[in-house]
Nanobody, 125 residues
Framework: QVQLAESGGGLVQAGGSLGLSCAAS????????MAWFRQAPGKERDFVAT????????YYSDSVKGRFTISRDNAKNTMYLQMNSLKSEDTAVYYC??????????????????WGQGIQVTVSS
């Protein structure tokens, strides 16, 4: 069991940068694979990025590759998403997700049983 809470969202101009944080409860944070998903109004929840428990492996969606960086600090029980060169299409509610011993594909929302409440990111054009 783990509880997740996102922070750092807000409004930013196109081309700008924004950093998100996801704080997790518990003392076994390093056992959890973590991920970011996002959902725009009227659209499905889409994969953004994921990171392994140790932080040694990362994967990104094609739409954010080269612009976003996922990272984690296991000593602080926190995962991060640094978003650069933001576009209006990045506007969405961003969700933090976690899975211990995940058996599914990293890009599928169903792989992750634990979710934060989500935080709004709005990129003005």
């Amino acid at each position: 069991q783990v509880q997740l809470a996102e922070s750092g969202g807000g409004l930013v101009q196109a081309g700008g940068s924004l950093g998100l944080s996801c704080a997790a409860s518990g003392r076994t944070f390093s056992n959890y694979a973590m991920a970011w998903f996002r959902q725009a109004p009227g659209k499905e929840r889409d994969f953004v990025a994921t990171i392994s428990g140790s932080g040694g492996s990362t994967y990104y969606s094609d739409s954010v590759k080269g612009r976003f960086t996922i990272s984690r600090d296991n000593a602080k029980n926190t995962m991060y998403l640094q978003m650069n060169s933001l576009k209006s299409e990045d506007t969405a509610v961003y969700y933090c997700a976690a899975a211990i011993r995940p058996a599914g594909s990293y890009y599928r929302a169903t792989t992750y049983p634990y979710w934060g409440q989500g935080i709004q990111v709005t990129v003005s054009s």
